[in-house]
């Protein structure tokens, strides 16, 4: 009879619509750990080879460091409620939960959009995970082929109403082989909010393993021409990784005094 129950409550469990690990309770005091998943076959192949969507979860907070021409920039990132602070030489972006704000260190305008920029480079960063957000849909599509491999393509859109550009796409495209995601397409929508037919591509590579997580080194962008990359654009460096399973305290992303909010 137990083995009948169990039979049917897992039965009940693979057709769950949402990844989730679940207490089942038999006749005795014995509980089983169940995890079920929503994702693709695919996708699923490709969180595992970077470490896996449960050890991910576990994460609270991300940080890293950019090194740039003009000095480095560091972006730390709760990770549940995606509050950001960005750390650059002259300005320090913020979001704490509900606004964006910016305090400019020096006279030196800003010259990018902060609501636009607060979150971008922590999306780019941690790919393939940030691909495995509720309100997702994926689909299959045409492999892209770049230096006579094929990689496989699994195309990302967003159900309405899902975050600040839900009219974005992405292509993630992944090794056949090792399935680490190795390519991003990517549309931009913040500014028209409307869907765009204009593709960019990013190259994924050396690999680095922090806690368990297999993240890159290096993101490299592409010239773009017909909608595929053809040629070395310009790539940034990734030092400084720091992933914990402490949330950081609210108060580090609270609009200073001299901070404005952006509008």
Same mark, same amino acid.
């Given at each position: 009879m137990k083995n009948v129950l169990y039979t049917l409550v897992l039965g009940l469990v693979l057709i769950s619509c949402k990844e989730e690990k679940k207490t089942i309770e038999g006749y005795s005091d014995e509980k089983l750990d169940v !995890? !079920?998943?929503i994702y693709p076959a695919n996708i699923a192949k490709v969180f595992d080879a970077h470490g896996g969507v449960d050890v991910w979860n576990a994460m609270q907070s991300l940080e890293f460091t950019m090194k740039k021409p003009d000095g480095d920039e560091v972006t730390l990132t709760n990770l549940k409620s995606r509050e950001s602070l960005i750390n650059m030489p002259n300005h320090t972006i913020g979001y704490d939960g509900k606004m964006v704000w910016l305090n400019s260190k020096t006279e030196e305008a800003y010259k990018g959009n902060p609501k636009f920029y607060y979150n971008l480079m922590f999306y780019f960063y941690a790919m393939p995970f940030i691909l495995a957000d509720d309100g997702i849909i994926y689909e299959n599509v045409e492999a892209l082929t770049f230096d006579g491999v =094929? #990689? *496989?393509? +699994? =195309? +990302?859109?967003?159900e309405s109403g899902v975050g600040e550009s839900p009219e974005d796409e992405y292509i993630l #495209? #992944?090794? *056949?082989? !090792?399935y680490k995601m190795e390519w991003l397409g990517y549309t931009v929508t913040y500014f028209s909010k409307e869907k765009s037919k204009k593709w960019s591509f990013i190259k994924y590579s050396n690999w680095q393993t922090v806690k368990g997580l297999v993240l890159p080194e290096t993101l490299t962008w592409y010239k773009v021409e017909d909608n595929l990359p053809v040629e070395v654009r310009n790539d940034l460096k990734f030092a400084d990784i720091k992933l914990s399973k402490t949330k950081a305290k609210? =108060?580090?992303f609270t609009k200073p005094e001299t901070g404005k909010i952006a509008e």
């Open positions: !995890t !079920t998943s =094929k #990689y *496989p393509g +699994i =195309k +990302i859109s967003y #495209y #992944y090794n *056949p082989e !090792t609210a =108060k580090r």
